[in-house]
């Protein structure tokens, strides 16, 4: 299994377009160790041909022409992607698929509350239905999937993690945190090794913590290295808890969670822009890696 780190942001990249916090001013002017990032996407492939893209950022097109597996080979019109998956309906999740509307032929998975959301905006009516196949992930059972003429030997479980609803969702829901269907984990398995994609999850439960241990490699929500962070930063009102994030640091923390769970290779992504890993230099990125954590960067490329 081959997997390409296509972005490893949160929702607005690194820097955001309008942070000037001392980090992101560091990744502005492109110091070093201030790495800069686009939004959090993934592309997975068996057999280093024909991919599985995990999550449409709004970054898309930036995102493959940094990444030549994906770029057309054949004919006049092709594309190496062959499928999409969506992990939830955030907007750094289903945007770049505005950028996939050129009448090119893939199957798009989403859970069926996302497929949903996609029909109640027909901007994503853009998406001819002659090419683009919309198909509904059933959680909890695994699912291979196809290419164009055939299954391109990846097998997806996806499953539910706690979360919340979209940013654009909140204003019309009663409870913030949503249904099983808003967000979603997922299991890959290409027959021989099996990694797991979770880029957004508010709460370590006892279900998560059993299905991801022993995993080879485990790509898990970054976003924020405190729950006030954004607060403490003064650019926001938010804790991460209530964007739907567990935080890294601390007694609840992802680090904390993580620390008997014997993951072989453990990988944060979607950081968001104030984040202190983002910072090669940081205290908290040697701590981090110290308990075995990497951080995730564009280009990032791991076989398995």
């Known amino acids: 299994m081959r997997i390409v780190v296509l972005g490893a942001a949160a929702g607005g990249g690194y820097p955001q377009w309008n942070c000037n916090t001392p980090g992101s001013r560091q990744a502005w002017r492109q110091a070093p160790g201030h790495k800069r990032r686009t939004q959090a996407s993934i592309a997975v492939s068996a057999d280093g041909e024909r ?9 898309f097109r930036q995102q493959v022409l940094a990444a030549p597996a994906l770029w057309p080979r054949d004919g006049l019109r092709h594309s190496p992607i062959e499928a999409v ?6 907007i750094d999740h289903i945007a770049g698929l505005l950028s996939m509307r050129e009448r090119q032929r893939f199957d798009l998975w989403a859970s ?3 497929h949903q959301l996609l029909r109640d905006n027909p901007i994503f009516d853009a998406l001819d239905p002659a090419y683009v196949r919309r ?10 999937i196809d290419g164009l003429e055939r299954p391109l030997g990846l097998r997806v479980t996806a499953f539910a993690v706690p979360g919340k609803v979209p940013l654009f969702m909140e204003s019309r829901v009663a409870d913030l945190a949503g249904d099983a269907e808003h967000t979603l ?22 279900a998560l913590r059993e299905r991801v241990r022993g995993a080879a490699l485990v790509f898990f929500d970054g976003t924020v290295w405190h729950d006030d ?29 993580f620390a008997d769970l014997a993951v072989a290779r453990k990988v944060f992504v979607h950081l968001n822009t104030t984040n202190p890993l983002l910072d090669d230099a940081s205290s908290e990125r040697a701590h981090a890696a110290a308990q075995g954590w990497e951080v995730a960067e564009d280009g990032m490329e791991i076989q398995l």
């Open 112 to 114: 069926a509350r996302v």
């Open 185 to 206: 984990g997922l299991e890959i398995d290409d027959g021989r090794e099996r990694c797991y994609y979770i880029p957004g999850c508010a709460a370590m439960t006892d």
């Open 85 to 90: 998956l969506l992990s939830s309906g955030e």
């Open 51 to 59: 991919w599985l893209l995990i999550n449409a950022s709004p970054d």
């Open 229 to 257: 962070e954004l607060i403490r930063a003064g650019v926001g009102s938010k804790t991460g808890a209530r964007m739907g994030h567990m935080s890294v640091a601390g007694e609840r923390g992802t680090l904390a969670a």
């Open 135 to 144: 198909r509904a992930l059933a959680l909890d059972a695994p699912l291979e």
